[in-house]
């Protein structure tokens, strides 16, 4: 798979493109070269250069509209970069006389120019690409699907594997596309070399629980817990489960032993890290998040949400992130681990999320068409923003028809990979920048 460059600095933002600084607080104009084309100057602020976006993003190959709805401006690459920039945020712009200017360095980078300034003048120059390898090579691991770990996909000698629900098969995917297995595959896990996943065989419910796989064929070896299981995570030789029929969450030796009931019943989302389990525990009319050591231990309710229902998607340096609601109403949160400092970040249809360097990448649902009385939703495209808030921007292609598009990103040895989906078709893989 070709890999297209789509970094994009996310100019950490919030920026506020439509409000003024004070004009004495703004130096001369300064001279502005891109590929020694003179555009319009650039100014001072606060001992910084700001540069006008419009003048340099369409000399460096981007368009640059305004969205009068949205009250946003939108810029996009040739490359299939894009990037918005709302109204409603505080600092990183300065608005004079119509034009927005934003930092210099920061434009640059993100237009993939090298920036130079020196006696007065800025110069910016277009970098060569460097140049892409057509295939993808992809470490052996465990496609965690964001610590939830009900992942029915898996990085493993070199290829993605992917449960596709349609035939009941495990597929590889990439130009060696094929099924390489029958049955139903799911929470994939690699520990200490070792492949693990939930399987259900050929016939459904015949064999269903956690097995460890041969790591060539697929097909179960050994079977390490019965079924009914939902989620299942090894970590540190200790496998948490929850099961079907009850909702209550256990853990047990890898190598065997007793399964300790850990006490959170009803637990509907799961994350676990290196130091608590995370639980949402729902019942009617309600959705209650908690926190408790690895043992079950010390249990502390973190928040009580009445009438609404959330859904954990990560946890990253001390937060959780997680969605409020369901579908294109569904509303991107991030919480401190100790249920403090609770914080909207987009109110945007997001399904699920990863974090990754201080950059939070989510996957939201789109309106894809419109018969003039109501919208149709249903297909996805990949962002990403500041992991505290800020300006999204897109790193995947837009979402074009019904229930088609990209999303599930995650996230194996630093990298960011998202998922391309259409109805009736194998799945794909992209690397995001």
């Not at 606060?46 to 939108?74: F, H, I, M, W």
Request: aromatic share 12%.
């Amino acid at each position: 798979m070709k890999r297209k460059k789509t970094t994009c600095i996310l100019l950490v933002l919030c920026l506020t493109l439509f409000f003024g600084f004070s004009n004495a607080a703004l130096a001369a104009d300064i001279p502005v070269y891109v590929d020694g084309k003179a555009v319009a100057g650039g100014i001072r602020q606060g001992g910084s250069v700001y540069v006008p976006l419009r003048a340099v993003a369409e000399n460096c190959g981007a368009k640059v509209v305004y969205d009068q709805t949205r009250r946003a401006v939108l810029v996009s690459r040739a490359d299939g970069g894009y990037l918005e920039l709302g109204a409603d945020g505080a600092g990183g712009a300065v608005f004079r006389q119509g034009v927005t200017y934003l930092p210099l360095r920061l434009v640059g980078e993100w237009l993939n120019y090298q920036v130079d300034y020196a006696a007065g003048t800025v110069r910016l120059s277009k970098i060569a690409a460097a140049p892409q390898a057509d295939t993808l090579a992809l470490p052996a691991g465990n496609l965690n699907c964001n610590l939830l770990n009900n992942s029915s996909c898996v990085f493993w000698q070199g290829d993605i594997y992917y449960w596709q629900p349609l035939a009941d098969s495990l597929e590889r995917t990439g130009e060696n596309a094929a099924a390489v297995a029958r049955g139903t595959y799911r929470c994939f896990n690699v520990w200490q070399g070792e492949l693990y996943a939930v399987y259900d065989g050929a016939e459904p419910y015949r064999g269903y629980g956690l097995y460890k796989l041969d790591p060539a064929s697929f097909a179960p070896q050994e079977k390490i817990l019965d079924g009914p299981l939902q989620y299942c995570k090894i970590q540190d030789g200790w496998v948490y489960f929850r099961r079907s029929e009850d909702g209550e969450l256990f853990r047990r030796r890898l190598a065997g032993g007793e399964a300790a009931d850990l006490g959170l019943a009803h637990a509907a989302e799961v994350v676990i890290t290196d130091q608590h389990i995370f639980a949402t525990v729902t019942g009617p009319g309600f959705c209650q998040l908690w926190q408790a050591g690895l043992d079950g231990g010390s249990p502390k309710l973190l928040t009580a949400l009445a009438g609404r229902t959330a859904k954990l998607l990560d946890y990253a340096d001390g937060y959780l992130y997680l969605t409020l609601d369901s579908a294109a109403d569904a509303t991107l949160w991030r919480m401190r681990q100790d249920g403090a400092e609770l914080r909207q970040l987009s109110a945007d249809g997001a399904a699920e999320a990863c974090v990754w360097g201080g950059v939070l990448y989510y996957s939201r649902i789109e309106c894809v068409g419109t018969d003039g009385e109501s919208a149709s939703y249903g297909g996805r495209s990949v962002w990403r923003m500041p992991a505290a808030g800020g300006a999204a921007v897109r790193v995947s292609p837009a979402a074009a028809v019904m229930w088609a598009g990209y999303d599930q990103p995650v996230i194996w040895d630093g990298r960011v990979f998202y998922r391309q989906f259409a109805a009736l078709e194998r799945p794909s893989w992209h690397l995001a920048a």
